[in-house]
Every structure is written in C-alpha cells, then in structure tokens.
DNA sequence: TTAGGGTTAG
C-alpha cells in the first residue's frame, strides 16, 4: 500500500492519535522521503503528543538533509514539552551530526554543553559523535579531550580519533594512535589506509594495505577505493592494474564508487582506453562518475571527446555540477574551442543555476591564452565580478610564456606575487619570459628577488614504475643503485641527438632559471633521468610512463618528441598540470601546456 | 520502533 493511503486509512480511523503507531509512522515517512521532510513534518503534528521517538526520528533525518538547522525546531519542541526523558541519548547522537553537518563551531559547543547537562557525556555513541564532530568543525584539540576523557575507549572511538587526527593533518600521531589500538577490525584499517592516501602519503598507503592483507583482515569495497586513489595519485599504472585484477579475482562488486575509482586511477595513470572501457562497462553511473571520465578525457587531451560525453550526460537526465564543468572547460581549452567553452561557461549559471567559482575563471582564461588571444584573457580577468586569483594570473603567464608576451607576464607575475609572495612558479615563469628575449640583466634582477626574498624552487622530482616498484628521481640525486647505467644512457641519448642536430640552450643563466633547479647541467634533469632508466630497465615496445611534479620544462619537453622518434618509444608524461603522449616525435599537447 | 568509526570527481 502506499503510504498516502496508509495515511488516510490512519486519518479515517483516528490511529494517529496512538503515540506508538504515530512515531512509526513518522519514523518511516522520514526514512522513506529524505528529500521531503515537509510531509513528515506534517504527520509529525497530526497527533496531540507525539514520542520523544518521533521527535528523535525527525531530528535525525534533518541532520542529514540540506538543512540540517531544522533538527533545532524539534530539538526545541523536546525541550518545551514534558515529555520524560527530556531529550535523550538518541537525541543528542543525532544532534552531534546535525552540527557536523553545520559546520558551525558555536552551535557544535552549545550542543556540547546541552548534552553534559543532561548528564550523556559517558555515552560511547555520543563521544564517537563528537570527536567526529569536532574534526569536522576543525577544533581538533576539543576532539582530542573529548577523546582523553574516556577512561577505556572502545574500537568505534579509537577509529574516529584516527580519522580526526588525518583531518587536521596529523598523519603521524594517527598512526601512533593506530598502532597502539589494541585490536583493530577492517573499519580502522580501512580508517588509517585512508588517511595516508587523503593527504598525499600515497605509498605509505599501499605498505600498509600490503600489511593488511598479510594480516588476514578482511578487505572491501572501502579498501579497495583508497588504493586506488594511492595509485591516481602516484600513476602507478601496475600497480593499479594489480588492484583491478585483485578485485576481479575477489569478486569484490563494482559498485558506482568503486567504478568511478578505476576509472580515476586509469585516467590518472594516462590509460584512457581502458578508464573508458571500465566507464562503459557500468550500469550504474554518477555525477562523479561522469566528471571523472570527462576529467580524465581532457587532462589526457581528448577535447572533443570529452564535450561528446557531457552531451550524452545531458541526454541521460544527469545534472551537471560546479566540478563537471571544470572538466568542460578543460576539454574546451585543450582543443582551443574558445568559442564553445564560452557557451558553457555562460550556461552554468543561465542554464543550471550553478554559480561560476574561481577555477572555471582561470580555466577561462587558460582557453583565450591558450589560442593567444591575451588581451581578451586580460580582459577576462579585470571583468571578474570576484577578486581575480592567483591562478588566473597564472593562466594568464603560462600564455605570456608561450606568446612571448613580457609585458603582460610582467604584469601576471606582479599579481600573483601580490597574492602569494612565495610563489616560485611566477617567478620561474617571468624569468623565462625574460631569458627568452634573451634580457639577462631582468633575468638577473629576477633570481635577486627570490634570493632576497627566500623564494625556494621547488626541487624537481620524477617518479617511474618499473616490474611493479616505483622509482623516484630527484634532480641531482645519483643514489640509484643502477645511476652509472642510467648516466651511460643519458650520454648515448645526448650522442644521438646531436647526430641529429639537437643544440641544447646551453646559456647558463637558462639552465638555473628553469622549474628544476640546476644541480649538475640541464641534461640532468629528473625527466631525462627517469626516462633514461624506462629505456635500460623496461623491454623494448613497452611504453614509458612517468609522473613530474612540476611542470614539463621545455628542453625536457623538447628532448623528449626527439627521444620518442629515435628510439621508437612511446612516452607518457604525467606533469602538474596534464598529460603528455609523445610518440613519432610528437607530442599530444602540440607545444602547449 | 531510533544511534557511533572507514570509500569516489576539481
């Protein structure tokens, strides 16, 4: 029967004024119609005195709705009514959520002390509640003596205050906490192999879910989404490929989440073919699904076919959101299709309501400098209706960099050092403008200021996979134990390429003005390093793949279409920004990133 | 009849 007609029937026979059929009632209802808390809310007050249970139903499902402030309204009528207990523990664990939700440090403090009052501070589902809460709310100290205070926490609240320590940024002392938990099931497992990939310690990540399975503790779905995310974030493509197979062969299902995971892992790892067949192969698909697959077409340089699946989403009823659309503009810019990606960008807020916020307005201006079209990126930028930022100067200076524009990049590099002093890349960038005019003294006058100022560049750093370990080369490291090897190679690649012509810029001030900082000569690059190593240590037809922290620089770039032309090798760069696929002596990006 | 910890896209 549907529940309209359960309510009549209800109505009709006067059974609504039976508190216990009522709060039932009312409990399903809420359950049942997340999204329409009004009808609930209106059997809610269809009986004379309703439970503390359908008051406590109420405050619940408003806790996890979009406003979750209304649990305040029913927490009131508790307070108000004489019903006995007052607000009881029910109340206050859905309470605490509301206030996570929230966000509101007050409000969360307030609640707080309610609960201490009624005397529910001992209770472990409450405790478990508020150290999530006070994470969220950022107060990790509260958290923590909340924590402190319970003579013999159980297993629940040892994993929240693991996760509360890795929401604050405290990996280290979560995992002390971790170790020192005196049993631990697949939840806190799951809790700390998280923690390390959410804040970058991807490897640290994978060691421990080695550890896992050798302990034996049971592995999900749940794991299985933070490995994955560990590999995206590494580009560790074998390894990746390992956790697809794992889950194949443990029948782990996929489910939307982790679907979208593998299709973020290959697109990450520069395998497109097979993000999108994995993209293909679901039935059920998401908004993060489809942003990731659009993502991962665009950072991958498939324009076009990134645009073509944000028309089939529509097709298929799907509602974009703010991050769909930075993917959309990324495939409009990787083409240069300025046209187009004003069209959506226009659309976001007439077509769907969605406000554009300040990464659509770099990725903005990143597709009018990408065509060279600099004055209407300038224009762009002084039309914001928001403070412009540092990133939209920065889209503006990388085109002032590749247009050769020393006026504007001046003017780019101003701002962002406006905004952000340290920021080296700027500085980087507007020496390069410089160097490239062949203007020493400004290139000078550049690398003065950053010295003045204490502005580090950050070291360049390359990471490769090979039979299923990751190597990583810093720029000027010779600890590899193969680097005599890898330094035999570098000099026989250096041969060929002046047997072929290749000059390197051998200016001296070019070499210490480039992202990575000079260490031994521009030929030492981690690029060249690693891809040098993916050609002794990988058999021959294998693609190389690797993954920069910085951006590609240019004579690496350059270096790299010629290496992929004489030695027949495809190679797969990964840099901050996008990927690279050079093959033939060609690149992907055709000379723009 | 109600409850606590872990997972995805920029």
Not at 57 to 81: D, E, G, T, W
Request: one cysteine or more; a negative charge; hydrophobic letters at 40%.
């Amino acid at each position: 029967m549907e529940i309209k007609q359960i309510h009549t029937q209800l109505l009709i026979n006067g059974l609504l004024n039976d508190p216990l059929l009522h709060g039932q009632f009312v409990a399903s209802i809420a359950l049942k119609h997340p999204n329409n808390l009004d009808y609930s809310t209106q059997v809610l007050h269809q009986c004379d005195n309703p439970t503390l249970f359908a008051f406590n139903s109420m405050i619940r499902a408003h806790s996890k709705s979009s406003n979750p402030r209304r649990s305040f309204v029913f927490y009131n009528r508790i307070l108000q009514s004489n019903l006995s207990p007052h607000p009881d523990n029910y109340t206050f664990t859905f309470l605490v959520r509301t206030c996570a939700q929230l966000l509101d440090r007050e409000t969360g403090q307030a609640v707080h002390s309610a609960l201490t009052k009624h005397g529910f501070e001992s209770d472990p589902h409450v405790q478990s509640g508020l150290i999530y809460m006070y994470a969220e709310l950022g107060l990790l100290d509260c958290a923590r003596k909340v924590f402190d205070d319970i003579p013999e926490p159980d297993l629940v609240t040892q994993t929240a205050m693991v996760t509360a320590c890795v929401k604050s940024g405290d990996v280290g002392f979560a995992r002390d906490l971790f170790d020192e938990m005196p049993q631990r099931d697949h939840i806190a497992w799951n809790a700390m192999i998280a923690g390390y990939a959410q804040c970058g310690q991807s490897r640290d990540a994978l060691n421990l879910f080695h550890l896992m399975q050798l302990e034996g503790v049971e592995i999900s779905e749940v794991s299985m989404v933070s490995v994955l995310s560990a590999c995206s974030h590494l580009g560790a493509l074998d390894q990746g490929r390992w956790a697809h197979a794992y889950i194949k062969r443990k029948k782990i299902p996929i489910t939307v989440m982790l679907g979208t995971s593998l299709i973020d892992m290959y697109s990450k790892c520069g395998n497109m073919d097979k993000a999108m067949e994995v993209f293909w192969g679901m039935k059920d698909k998401n908004i993060y699904t489809w942003s990731s697959a659009m993502g991962g077409l665009a950072m991958n340089g498939f324009g076009w076919k990134c645009l073509e699946l944000f028309n089939l989403m529509k097709q298929e009823g799907v509602w974009p959101n703010e991050v769909t659309f930075v993917s959309v503009l990324r495939g409009c810019s990787v083409v240069g299709l300025v046209e187009e990606g004003c069209k959506h960008f226009d659309s976001m807020r007439k077509e769907f309501g969605l406000e554009p916020m300040l990464e659509h307005y770099g990725c903005m201006v990143d597709l009018y400098g990408r065509v060279g079209r600099l004055n209407d990126a300038l224009d762009f930028i002084n039309k914001m209706p928001v403070k412009p930022h540092a990133g939209a100067w920065g889209a503006l200076l990388n085109a002032c960099k590749i247009y050769k524009n020393m006026e504007l990049g001046e003017l780019a590099s101003k701002k962002i050092v406006e905004l952000e002093s340290n920021n080296h890349g700027a500085y980087v960038l507007l020496s390069n403008i410089y160097a490239d005019s062949k203007n020493w003294d400004r290139v000078s006058n550049v690398r003065q200021t950053m010295k003045a100022k204490g502005v580090r560049k950050l070291p360049g750093c390359t990471v490769i996979e090979v039979n299923d370990e990751v190597h990583e080369f810093f720029v000027g490291d010779k600890s590899h134990p193969r680097y005599g090897e890898i330094e035999a190679k570098l000099e026989e690649i250096s041969m060929r390429l002046k047997l072929l012509g290749y000059v390197a810029n051998t200016n001296p001030v070019l070499f210490d003005i480039e992202e990575e900082e000079k260490e031994d000569a521009l030929c030492k690059h981690s690029e060249k390093v690693a891809i040098a190593f993916g050609l002794i240590s990988l058999k021959e037809g294998v693609p190389i793949r690797i993954v920069k922290n910085l951006r590609a620089c240019w004579d690496c770039h350059a270096v790299t279409i010629m290496i992929s032309e004489i030695y027949n090798r495809e190679i797969i760069v990964r840099d901050r920004n996008r990927f690279h696929h050079f093959k033939d002596g060609d690149c992907s990006c055709k000379g723009y990133w």
